[in-house]
């Protein structure tokens, strides 16, 4: 089987990956140093620990295993913190991503694909957002997503490094049938916060902005199911593999929800009241982010067949009862 290495597949959308390679019948190798991913997610994959970082882990990797691509998830991912904390963003995101590029090229890895992200856009100027619109990021986070797509273009001009960029909008929900879901500590995305408000877990969930230029005053976001994210990503290396040119693809289904919107699903999913606390808006947060997918749909057959917002809060609802 090919050995696909999957750069922090002990997290949140890596064990979906490692799943969805292992059902296609591939055999993933993780490397995760586990400071947010559960050794659990991993089932029986193999799980070497530590981070993209270390450059000499890296080459005993690269060399004790044959390597036909990598996937690569393992970022630090809260856009708030971010703002606060840069010096943290940008050696996780972008420092180790470089020691995990150069050690791709090193070694003649086939294929890289990484996961990057629509705050690389900032604030939109049209919606919904194509990979032609101008990427003005506004916050750390986005910049290491931007600052590494860049690389990546510089990469292959230098190097012939052949890649793949998938730009996530709101990734959300849980496995279906598996014991994997989202569990950020802490937590930070709105989906899961409102579902453990539901269950008894917390007491409020706090909303950050309610006079957005928006119908209800809150922010609007393009929620994609984490399934069919992994699902993009095999497209994505199938459509590599049969030469197909470097690129960068949105995830995203073209139709956008508010925060308001959301907790509003999320009560019909659960049966429960959730409690909403208002906040000051958060530094880095545009108003409205709303996805052209359609590349993506168009030139890997991708079908994000799952991507229903009730179907979302559906499947981490079962996730946050079983965990």
């Given at each position: 089987m090919q050995e696909i290495l999957v750069v922090g597949g002990a997290g949140y959308i890596g064990s979906h990956m490692v799943a969805e390679l292992q059902a296609a019948g591939y055999d993933p190798v993780v490397l995760d140093d586990l400071s947010s991913g559960r050794e659990d997610f991993v089932g029986d994959a193999e799980l070497i620990g530590g981070d993209c970082g270390d450059a000499d882990l890296l080459n005993d990797i690269f060399s004790s295993h044959k390597i036909d691509a990598v996937m690569h998830f393992?970022?630090?991912?809260?856009?708030g913190e971010s703002v606060k904390n840069p010096i943290k963003y940008y050696k996780n995101n972008l420092i180790n991503t470089l020691t995990l590029l150069?050690?791709?090229v090193r070694h003649d890895v086939p294929d890289f694909i990484f996961s990057s992200s629509a705050a690389v856009y900032g604030?939109?100027?049209?919606?919904p957002v194509d990979e032609q619109h101008p990427c003005l990021p506004l916050s750390p986070y986005g910049r290491s997503k931007y600052f590494i797509?860049?690389?990546?273009?510089d990469y292959k001009k230098a190097y012939g490094l052949h890649y793949g960029s998938l730009r996530y909008f709101n990734a959300a929900g849980a496995h279906p049938e598996l014991p994997i879901g989202?569990?950020?500590?802490?937590?930070?995305h709105l989906i899961p916060l409102a579902l453990q408000v539901a269950?008894?877990?917390?007491?409020?969930i706090e909303i950050f902005g309610s006079d957005y230029d928006n119908p209800d005053g809150t922010c609007i976001r393009d929620y994609v199911h984490v399934c069919d994210i992994a699902s993009a990503h095999l497209k994505l290396f199938d459509y590599l593999k049969g030469g197909g040119n470097e690129s960068v693809f949105n995830l995203g289904v073209g139709e956008g929800y508010s925060v308001m919107e959301v907790i509003k699903m999320v009560k019909h999913v659960t049966g429960q009241e959730v409690e909403i606390h208002y906040e000051d808006r958060r530094e880095g947060d545009p108003a409205i982010l709303v996805a052209d997918g359609s590349k993506a749909i168009d030139q890997l057959g991708w079908d994000p067949e799952y991507s229903d917002l009730q179907t979302i809060?559906?499947?981490?609802?079962?996730?946050?009862q079983n965990r």
């Open positions: 393992a970022s630090s991912i809260q856009v150069n050690a791709v604030e939109p100027e049209y919606t797509e860049q690389i990546l273009q989202e569990q950020h500590e802490p937590e930070t269950s008894g877990q917390r007491e409020y809060i559906e499947d981490a609802w079962k996730w946050e």
